[in-house]
């Protein structure tokens, strides 16, 4: 128990650390004087209506994420097509399952009534993200703001820099590395899916077609054999199932915990990237010490890389803009 306190103060110092690396001019309470009810505003409508669709979690966790990885977190993700027909990062397959867009919207429509013109949608889906995660029993994790919306959206840079569910090891890191992340945040940001859900499209290759030969037969060595017979049986029933759901933390998809690590180490995690975790020591050293560990450990460590990853090439001072709705740039 004592071991597991001095843990916890240290990664309570690291997180108070890694406010202050990078992040530009973003700061806590950026909004006091500009909009002071901006964040309880967020705030509460998170608490409202997130218990009534627990899931958003996940969503607008995923979506933060897909936003910082391309253009940085200045809410590209967000943007709709253009008229002249170039199509946006929310038109890339990762993004096409996306739901929380709506969602920000109304928070936008609430906080634009409040301030206009002052909050930008990079922030509330920073801020939204975080509440989100703590109404459904997760960590808390401060959320510095001064964030400056993108004007541009690409399609094709969603497709080249969001990592995909079916790269090794290798290819995560390099990702990562490529945000400015380490090893550590590639493990606990990953964490994220112990309240993720995914269509059977996203890793059928791993129960059905793995080496190419096709049929059950052919199904990924590294994912266990009576988990994938049961994938198989229940759920993704024909190679071809792109609707069905699938839980990626069977059982607790609506808990926050740490029971995805453990289904790792049972080589239970759903996509090639989950399981390439446990291919690498160190990273794999680390899945073994939060999955034996106590949640709140696991809570430290997700709340320091949520931070870290909110920062990614952020927008500040005159740099982009503040929309006025997060799907269109200002005119």
Known sequence: MAAAKLVLAMLVVAVGVAAGEGGGKLRQGYYEQSCPRAEQIVKHYVERHVPHAPSVAATLIRTHFHDCFVRGCDASVL?????????????ATPNLTLRGFAFLDRVKALVEQECPGVVSCADILALASRDAVGVIGGPFWRVPTGRRDGRVSIKQEALDQIPAPTMNFTDLLTSFRAKGLDVADLVWLSGAHTIGISHCNSFTERLYNFTGRGGPGDADPSLDAEYAANLRRTKCTTPTDNTTIVEMDPGS??????????????????FQSDAALITDAAARADVESVAKGPSEVFFQVFARSMMRMGMIEVKTGGEGEIRQHCAVVNS
């Open 79 to 91: 943007l709709n097509a253009t008229t002249g027909g170039g199509e946006a990062e929310k038109d």
């Open 253 to 270: 998809f609506l808990t926050f915990d740490t029971s995805y690590y453990r289904g790792l180490l049972k080589r239970r995690g759903l």
